[in-house]
């Protein structure tokens, strides 16, 4: 389904990503485990389209996406989920997820639109609750759900999500991580989950990679990942001794 | 039938990029790991992210048997011994001998692997699967115990030697694998042969045979004599053991599971590519390999990369039995000997002239072998005493050396062949 090999990227004299090379078959929930400033994010930012690369290839579907403009990248069927939710604070939730489906509305699709939100409606009736209220004054969670309900509005086939388990309570986490199971399940996504918690994206994912300044050091099914004493050191905060 | 269909009939542009990524993360992870590969990184001006493509690959530096030895025992592990949960070791009982480890990973991986080869070989967890191959630092051994037994396999962890009470497991116990070297499963056909023992006595349906190099008469041969389908199966310990390559039931070369083995043919004297077909020299990338990974090893083995499908549906390419060595090593019993260790045992003993032969037969399936040793004045000939203890001194050394039984066969000076050029030390009466 996306398919990246020796992908570069930077800022100005900072190079971020050292030909980083991946791989996400449909249905699959791919992970991407790093510590901060490994180049995550970056590497999101890049297959979405927000930031150019500077060498690599990035297929989506088979078709180069390189050079795509974000805002086609997002028609073509893969959205982001920025880290940090970016939702508008001063607007409602209801606005929010309208914004989402601004693809939708250029495909002249704006009986969907309606369909689609009670769908997300459905998934998290939490926001149906708040639908008036503005998106400034939602906890951490239910801003994590808005920000996903607004990238399904645009009707995706392929969902990149940057560190939704940030900054959010440990019985949060386990229900936004729950959810994107569900999203694969109900909606039939496709997942790149990229993520600081690997304890958490390691148990939803099938497979995981391992970014490491910028370079991937390890690959392989979540039960190898999680099995690996180099993993298990550097981000599940075990100590060998305990792991025996 | 396959054990991970989604793996050994993998599109293969699929399985081109999830090599590609692999070798990335396994060069990533040895130049800050292994010291051996960061020195030679380095002095080459690679890194490993230079490496963007198959063509590049061609850059990257050899793995020789030299350098491991070099590196005894642990030089080459990128990953910290309490992360190691097995050794093996090559044969030798020496220093000269190479020391691979894995880490839990490694077996799991290792297991499945065998396992495939296994599944290619007709076995299910159905079967009774008696393993002859030496359990200890071998690899043979526990690599394909592991593999059998993650299949659901009954396993026999029978060990080499002792063919009588082989032949007895394997009537009582209702085995209808063999797994063994292709010697020694010609040898249990000629001891049932021997016992009067019918094959109608025998469950034996099947034999996945390794370790050495055999034939298709061999094979014809061992299938008529037990009654069984026999293929062939690749590996070495420097790789990973068992696991690196084997036959399906097409008989038409052996599948290498390319997923997590990355291998070229290359011409031993100018180490360029050989085309696809042509005999050269395989060379192995490890691409999972976690305790102890390998960056173009090569195998001094000779075979080819054989063109086009194989009708079984894996798309996994085949490689050609393995048809010799590029060096002098000789696989005696699924044992490996350089002539070298030989000479080395000989020098130290007082009285053997530097001028020797060692002899290799094959009697029955079984290979013997007979170093022929010139020896100088101060050994009388008609001082029978003298020349038994020596004899029996060097049978011993070699023994210890090499971890098998030589015959030793003392001549007068100057009674062996000498040639002009090399001398030919080696005798190889074997027919394979």
């Known amino acids: 389904m996306l398919r990246i090999k020796n992908l570069e990227a930077g800022y100005g004299p900072l190079k971020v990503l050292r030909k980083v090379s991946l791989h996400i078959g449909p249905g699959e929930i791919v992970t991407v485990?790093?510590?901060?400033?490994?180049?995550?994010?970056?590497?999101?930012?890049?297959?979405?389209?927000?930031?150019?690369?500077?060498?690599?290839?990035?297929?989506?579907?088979?078709?180069?996406?390189?050079?795509?403009?974000?805002?086609?990248?997002?028609?073509?069927?893969?959205?982001?989920?920025?880290?940090?939710?970016?939702?508008?604070?001063?607007?409602?939730?209801?606005?929010?997820?309208?914004?989402?489906?601004?693809?939708?509305?250029?495909?002249?699709?704006?009986?969907?639109?309606?369909?689609?939100?009670?769908?997300?409606?459905?998934?998290?009736?939490?926001?149906?609750?708040?639908?008036?209220?503005?998106?400034?004054?939602?906890?951490?969670?239910?801003q994590q759900m808005l920000a996903i309900g607004r990238a399904l509005l645009s009707r995706p086939r392929m969902l990149l999500l940057d560190e939704p388990s940030m900054g959010l309570a440990p019985r949060m986490v386990r229900e936004i991580f729950a959810h994107i199971v569900h999203?694969?399940?109900?909606?039939?996504?496709?997942?790149?989950?990229?993520?600081?918690?690997?304890?958490?994206?390691?148990?939803?994912?099938?497979?995981?990679?391992?970014?490491?300044?910028?370079?991937?050091?390890?690959?392989?099914?979540?039960?190898?990942?999680?099995?690996?004493?180099?993993?298990?050191?550097?981000?599940?905060?075990?100590?060998?001794?305990?792991?025996? | 039938m396959f054990w991970e269909a989604d793996r050994e009939c993998m599109n293969r542009e699929e399985l081109e990029q999830l090599q590609f990524e692999r070798l990335q993360s396994t060069l990533n992870r040895i130049y800050s790991h292994v010291p051996f590969y960061r020195k030679k990184f380095d002095s080459l001006g690679i890194l490993p992210e230079d490496i963007g493509s198959v063509t590049d690959f061609s850059r990257l530096p050899f793995t020789a048997k030299e350098d491991l030895r070099e590196s005894y025992p642990y030089g080459f592990f990128a990953v910290p011994l309490?992360?190691?949960?097995?050794?093996?070791?090559?044969?030798?009982?020496?220093?000269?001998?190479?020391?691979?480890?894995?880490?839990r990973n490694d077996v799991r991986i290792w297991s499945n692997l065998?396992?495939?080869?296994?599944?290619?070989?007709?076995?299910?967890?159905?079967?009774?699967?008696?393993?002859?191959?030496?359990?200890?630092?071998?690899?043979?051994?526990?690599?394909?115990?592991y593999g059998a037994e993650r299949i659901g396999a009954s396993v026999i962890p029978a060990s080499s030697g002792n063919t009588l009470r082989q032949i007895k497991i394997m009537m009582d116990f209702k085995t209808t694998a063999l797994i063994s070297t292709p010697s020694y499963a010609m040898l249990v056909a000629e001891t049932i042969r021997e016992q009067g023992i019918p094959l109608a006595a025998l469950s034996l349906k099947y034999g996945l045979f390794g370790a050495e190099p055999w034939s298709e008469r061999t094979r014809r041969e061992i299938q008529e004599n037990l009654g069984i389908i026999a293929t062939d199966n690749y590996g070495l310990s420097e790789i990973i053991g068992p696991g690196v390559s084997g036959e399906c039931r097409e008989l038409n070369g052996l599948h290498i599971n390319e997923d997590h083995f990355l291998v070229e043919v290359v011409d031993p004297e100018t180490l360029r590519p050989m085309p696809e077909g042509e005999t050269g020299e395989l060379v192995i990338t490890s691409l999972t390999k976690e305790a102890f990974p390998m960056i173009r090893y090569r195998t001094r083995d000779l075979t080819s990369l054989l063109p086009g499908h194989c009708p079984c549906g894996r798309t996994l390419r085949r490689m050609a039995r393995v048809k010799g060595r590029t060096?002098?090593?000789?696989?005696?019993?699924?044992?490996?000997?350089?002539?070298?260790?030989?000479?080395?045992?000989?020098?130290?003993?007082?009285?053997?002239?530097?001028?020797?032969?060692?002899?290799?037969?094959?009697?029955?399936?079984?290979d013997e072998v007979t170093v022929h040793v010139e020896v100088g004045e101060t050994i009388f000939f008609d001082q029978m005493r003298q020349q038994r203890d020596m004899?029996?001194?060097?049978?011993?050394?070699?023994?210890?050396?090499?971890?098998?039984?030589i015959e030793v066969k003392l001549v007068e000076r100057k009674t062996l062949a000498r040639s002009e050029g090399k001398s030919q030390r080696v005798v190889d009466r074997r027919t394979l």
């Open chain 2, 327 to 366: 060096d002098d090593m000789l696989i005696i019993k699924g044992v490996n000997v350089f002539p070298s260790q030989i000479e080395s045992v000989l020098f130290e003993i007082e009285g053997t002239e530097p001028h020797y032969q060692i002899v290799i037969e094959r009697k029955g399936g079984v």
């Open chain 2, 391 to 405: 004899m029996e001194h060097i049978r011993k050394r070699l023994a210890q050396e090499l971890g098998i039984n």
């Open chain 2, 114 to 145: 065998t396992a495939r080869i296994l599944t290619m070989g007709g076995i299910t967890k159905d079967d009774v699967v008696q393993i002859a191959f030496g359990y200890g630092l071998f690899t043979g051994g526990f690599g394909l115990h």
């Open chain 1, 183 to 244: 999203l694969r399940k109900e909606f039939g996504l496709t997942i790149l989950l990229v993520e600081q918690n690997a304890r958490g994206a390691l148990a939803i994912a099938d497979r995981g990679y391992v970014l490491e300044t910028g370079r991937m050091v390890l690959q392989g099914p979540s039960e190898e990942l999680l099995s690996n004493k180099n993993v298990q050191r550097a981000y599940l905060g075990w100590s060998s001794e305990e792991s025996a």
């Open chain 2, 82 to 103: 309490r992360e190691v949960v097995r050794i093996h070791a090559s044969s030798g009982t020496t220093g000269a001998s190479t020391v691979v480890g894995y880490t």
């Open chain 1, 33 to 142: 485990i790093g510590a901060n400033g490994a180049g995550k994010t970056t590497l999101l930012k890049t297959v979405s389209g927000l930031l150019a690369p500077r060498g690599g290839e990035i297929f989506f579907e088979k078709e180069t996406i390189r050079k795509v403009p974000a805002e086609r990248i997002v028609s073509l069927g893969c959205s982001l989920v920025p880290e940090g939710r970016q939702l508008f604070a001063p607007m409602t939730v209801r606005e929010n997820l309208i914004l989402g489906a601004c693809v939708q509305y250029r495909r002249r699709r704006h009986e969907e639109v309606a369909e689609d939100m009670e769908r997300v409606f459905g998934l998290f009736p939490r926001l149906k609750e708040r639908e008036a209220q503005l998106a400034g004054t939602l906890s951490g969670g239910e």
